[in-house]
């Protein structure tokens, strides 16, 4: 079974920046088959959909950013590495949370894309601490 694996979380100052990273911990599956989203759970909220790559019908390399987060973070992937990667800019402090990446077949089609119904494989998660 597909298991993810998160990293790249930590402590920032407001305006910094940080990169998460999601990979797998069996080498056989092959990210670029799946359509990835991050997410977060802050303390108290409920988890939310940040960003996802792949999860568009109909283009396969299209990203989606949730409103909060458009022009400061950036997903990507990295095929050769088989990671996918979430370059958070501008950070601020209520982007503090427990961030995870999940994953689900791209060729399933997702109704919608940052819907975490939506997704089968789900990561531990990484803490992303913003604070002066």
């Known amino acids: 079974q597909l298991q993810l694996v998160e990293s790249g979380g930590g402590l920032v100052q407001p305006g910094e920046s940080l990169r998460l990273s999601c990979t797998t911990a069996?080498?056989?599956?092959?990210?670029?088959?799946?359509?990835i989203g991050w997410f977060r759970q802050a303390p108290g909220k409920e988890r939310e959909g940040v960003s996802c790559i792949s999860c568009s019908d109909g283009d396969d390399g299209e990203e989606v950013y949730e409103d909060s987060v458009k022009g400061r973070f950036i997903i990507s992937r990295d095929n050769n590495k088989n990671t996918v990667y979430l370059q958070m800019n501008n950070l601020r402090p209520e982007d503090t949370a427990i961030y995870y990446c999940a994953a689900v077949p791209a060729h399933l089609g997702l109704r919608d894309s940052l819907g975490q119904h939506e997704y089968d494989f789900w990561g531990q998660g990484t803490q992303v601490t913003v604070s002066s």
């Open positions: 069996n080498a056989k599956y092959d990210l670029d088959r799946y359509a």
